[in-house]
């Protein structure tokens, strides 16, 4: 059984920086790709970055250059620094692995940028 646990969010000033982190367990860790993704009120969910087993990434437009996405396969955990945060970062992230085909979410944390 796969399980998918987000945690790290808050509530941070604009500019300022926070770390979200997600465990993942019930698959091969090391070998799958991993995403983050967000979703604002009244919005749809945005894909925010990926990271592959590998370690290459990749990152929406809106969060390139602030944002990094990083892995650590020993404890089978993925990360997002976050910094230089906006209010419009505001929104539940949500992490996303794929295991044969089938899409595994999170519950999701929520992250609020406000003064």
């Known amino acids: 059984q796969v399980h998918i646990v987000a945690s790290g969010g808050g509530l941070v000033q604009p500019g300022g920086s926070l770390r979200l982190s997600c465990i993942i367990s019930?698959?091969?860790?090391?070998?799958?790709?991993v995403d983050w993704y967000r979703q604002a009120p009244g919005n749809e969910r945005e894909w925010v970055a990926s990271?592959?087993?590998?370690?290459?990434?990749n990152y929406v437009d809106s969060v390139k250059g602030r944002f990094t996405i990083s892995r650590n396969n020993a404890r089978n955990t993925v990360y997002l620094d976050m910094s230089s945060v906006k209010p419009e970062d505001t929104a539940v992230y949500y992490c996303?692995?794929?295991?044969?085909?089938?899409?595994?979410w999170g519950r999701g944390t929520q992250v609020t940028v406000s003064p």
């Open positions: 996303h692995a794929t295991r044969q085909g089938v899409d595994f």
């Open positions: 019930g698959i091969n860790f090391k070998i799958h790709p």
């Open positions: 990271i592959t087993s590998g370690g290459s990434t």
